[in-house]
């Protein structure tokens, strides 16, 4: 009998037709593979009996980095003749399903070969095979073969076409493969001076740059890193200046396992995902040492390590042998470099440049990830896991485009019962992120092949992915369609876990556009796929000044004195403490301080009259507020970084929480603020707060009955996540997903499951 076995999934570029090849051969099954445009395609000549047996091997003995999605079987009726097992050329009917491999780190056997003397490949900085290396990140068009890759510019010499051909190697079909004679090749500059030096001493050059104290800008897998020595003060130091970059946290890369250790306290599942073959940056809790500069993450007792996942890297952290800051190599706001125009823009900012010579075709940062009641959680989600496919349990009835939110961004595609999500983008703040978003939008559109028929945005009228909506409709005549910020927040992660029709969303974040015009982020909503009902919010405040508030905790902190006191917060200045209806009101009060007379009676006046004073619900300027009120933080440098002191001030010593009320939906927060000012301890004030908003979240679900389900940038918070899943270990998040804005392509896809 023959039979034709079609298998969709991960399945090209991962090693997969060989090991079919391998299996074939131990069963003594004659016939043929190959790729084509939805995966695998494979005829074999076999009883039932030798087909069962076949088939259960292949899910038994699946190579590490294939998944299958769906493997069907049937009989044909074709005359086909088979007197071996054969690999054949690919094929390129039909619309495009096959899943795209992503970018992973070096296996065991080629970091082997790399340091073994007697190897042709000795210290050779791009060494791959089929099991590990670029993907994704060099990939212009599928079904994923050489030619259609930026390997296409590299003639393999004799010895690599004869291990590229042998199906029995381990680098057959692996599309990256060179060596010293035919393979990828590395320039060193000196700003924009070519330095004269041979190929195999140039790692070590650029090794001891690094401990000179240079800044050396270094081209990876899907970008550039600025790296530097962790433990040199002055260096990091210089790193910032440059960079504009005052506090932001930079990440680490460790040698192995071992330096990491010495560095922070890291869990079994930690240290799984530090060594796994994706290598993210995992978000760690830090030892008290002097490994590293304190100027690596300032102010704060976390630090975000990865150990070296290129065999590049690997030489570079052999030949320093301690911690190196490796930070993407971008303009602030703007994406990652990708190339030699890109990385030039920052010539000011390293001293020196490592180039090489193999096209990035498709940017992609570092994944971020953390592991929080040992819970896996992403908060960014890119190299080594992406792009990305959610099998959904219903079929788009046409191609659909979903173009995500205006911050983290991602866009995803919708093709028959698959949602497909793109690595990482950012934020869509300036000219060039925004023609990034566009590029990535064409990158997978020409990989898949793919025309949508529809496309989704985000409600906000003013995001710039709603505005490149609006230029497709008008460009191409295709119809587009909006939904809400927060409702796609709660789909997303609907369609990534296991919960019922109709949930609770809880859905914490900066802001997103409401129904009603206003600016939401702290929303409790019933959701299903059939729409939503907002049952609960945060009694909404000024952001006084719009988005300048966002920078200043300041400000919506004194909002909330004025929506608490009124005019009263005036007379502060005139006196060391005066009575209040509420509390006794002293010039102690870090958020007043912050302010000159004159700015507050403009921000009293501007409060009064709603000028440029948008209305907000949003739970992560809240923690701004407490952030300001607390003297931890009066205006930021980055996205979430009061959060984040808050988490380092935290106490769990600290019992109790304060009073707050809801009323009709509307939870007010009045009486936490008026006691966190009356407050002497912070870290009190601040331990209190935290355990308000557990509060108030168990409450609310505790009226409805409902799965509860968490999503928004602020349960990146791992102090609120933990006493959350602490309080209702049933609560859901995604551990698919982050649950900060790069979920919303997702749910925008999600949605239209209702339709």
């Known amino acids: 009998m023959i039979y034709k076995i079609s298998i969709k999934g991960t399945v090209q570029g991962v090693g997969f037709r060989p090991f079919i090849y391998k299996l074939a051969h131990s069963h003594n099954l004659n016939g043929s593979i190959c790729n084509d445009s939805k995966g695998v395609k494979i005829y074999i000549n076999a009883t039932k009996d030798m087909l069962d047996s076949f088939v259960d091997d292949i899910y038994t003995n699946i190579p590490p980095l294939a998944t299958i999605d769906r493997l069907e079987v ?75 890759t930026s390997m296409k510019f590299f003639a393999m010499c004799d010895k690599c076409e004869a291990e590229y051909s042998n199906p029995l190697d381990r680098r057959y079909h692996a ?44 081209k990876g897998v899907g970008g550039y890193h600025l790296m530097c020595d962790a433990s040199n003060d002055g260096a990091v130091r210089r790193l910032r200046d440059r960079k504009n970059r005052p506090s932001k946290p930079f990440a680490l890369m460790c040698k192995d396992i071992d330096m990491a250790k010495q560095i922070s306290n890291i869990s079994d599942r930690e240290e ?33 390590i990865f150990l070296p996942y290129t065999p590049l890297h690997i030489l570079i952290m052999n030949y320093v042998d301690r911690p190196l800051v490796a930070t993407s190599a971008n303009i602030s706001n703007e994406p990652i470099s990708t190339n030699l125009e890109t990385i030039s823009k920052l010539s000011g900012v390293y001293d020196y440049l490592l180039e090489h010579n193999r096209e990035i075709l498709n940017g992609c940062d570092d994944s971020v990830v953390m592991v929080v009641d040992d819970r896996e959680l992403f908060v960014r989600k890119a190299r080594g896991y992406t792009p990305f496919s959610v099998k959904l349990d219903f079929e788009f009835d046409k191609p659909t485009l979903a173009l ?19 690595p990482y983008i950012g934020d869509l703040d300036t000219i060039e992120s925004v023609e990034y978003f566009k590029k990535t939008i064409d990158n997978l559109k020409r990989l898949y092949h793919f025309k949508p028929k529809l496309i989704i945005h985000d409600k906000h009228p003013m995001y710039e992915s709603s505005r490149v909506a609006k230029e497709m409709e008008e460009r191409e005549n295709i119809p587009r369609v909006s939904i809400n910020h927060h409702h796609a927040h709660i789909l997303a992660t609907m369609a990534t876990s296991s919960s019922q029709d109709r949930v609770l969303g809880v859905a914490f974040d900066g802001t997103g556009y409401g129904d009603d015009g206003n600016l939401w982020g702290g929303e409790f909503m019933i959701c299903g796929y ?48 005066f009575p209040s209806d509420k509390v006794m009101i002293n010039h102690q009060i870090p958020t007043l301080q912050a302010f000159t007379p004159r700015e507050l009676k403009m921000y009293w006046s501007m409060w009064q009259k709603g000028l440029n004073s948008p209305l907000s619900s949003s739970v992560g300027r809240i923690f701004d507020a407490v952030a300001s009120l607390c003297g931890v933080v009066q205006s930021i440098s980055y996205e979430g970084e009061s959060g984040m002191l808050l ?59 409902l799965d509860t389900l968490l999503s928004g940038g602020v349960f990146q918070n791992r102090v609120l996540l933990e006493l959350i899943l602490k309080r209702n270990p049933k609560a859901i998040i995604s551990s698919t997903l982050s649950p900060n804005d790069s979920s919303i392509s997702l749910g925008q896809l999600v949605s239209q499951r209702c339709v």
């Open 175 to 218: 599309q990256p493969i060179g060596c010293w004679e035919c393979g990828v090749s590395m320039s060193l500059y000196h700003k924009d001076k070519r330095l004269d030096i041979d190929a195999k001493d140039m790692v070590q050059r650029v090794s001891n740059l690094l401990l000179d104290g240079h800044i050396v800008a270094i």
């Open 404 to 422: 995500g939110a205006n911050q983290k961004s991602t866009i995803a595609l919708g093709i028959k019962d698959k949602a497909i999500i793109s």
């Open 530 to 577: 059939q729409g939503y009902e907002r049952v609960a919010h945060f009694r909404y405040f000024k952001l006084l000044g719009g988005a300048k508030a966002i920078k200043e905790p300041r400000r919506v902190a004194l909002s909330m004195l004025f929506d608490i006191y009124g005019d009263e917060i005036l007379n502060f200045l005139e006196s060391e403490a």
């Open 272 to 304: 799984e995902l530090l060594t796994s073959l994706q290598r993210p940056i995992v978000l760690l809790k830090s030892k008290n040492n002097s490994i590293y500069s304190k100027e690596v993450t300032p102010n704060l007792s976390t630090v975000g």
């Open 647 to 705: 988490e380092e001030l935290y106490d769990s010593s600290v019992l109790g929480s304060y009073e707050y009320h809801i009323v009709d939906g509307v939870i007010d927060i009045s009486d936490m603020i008026s006691s966190i000012v009356q407050e002497e301890s912070k870290k009190v004030a601040i331990s209190k707060f935290f355990h308000t908003l557990v509060d108030i979240v168990d409450e609310v679900s505790s009226i409805y009955g």
């Open 74 to 148: 049937e009989e044909i009726e074709e005359d086909l003749r088979f007197d071996s097992f054969e690999i054949v050329h690919s094929s390129e009917n039909g619309d495009i399903e096959v899943d795209i491999p992503s970018d992973l780190s070096i296996c065991p056997e080629c970091e082997k070969e790399l340091f073994d003397s007697s190897n042709r490949r000795y210290l050779y900085p791009f060494i791959t095979c089929t099991n590990c290396g670029v993907r994704y990140s060099i990939i212009e068009d599928l079904p994923y073969d050489r030619a259609k």
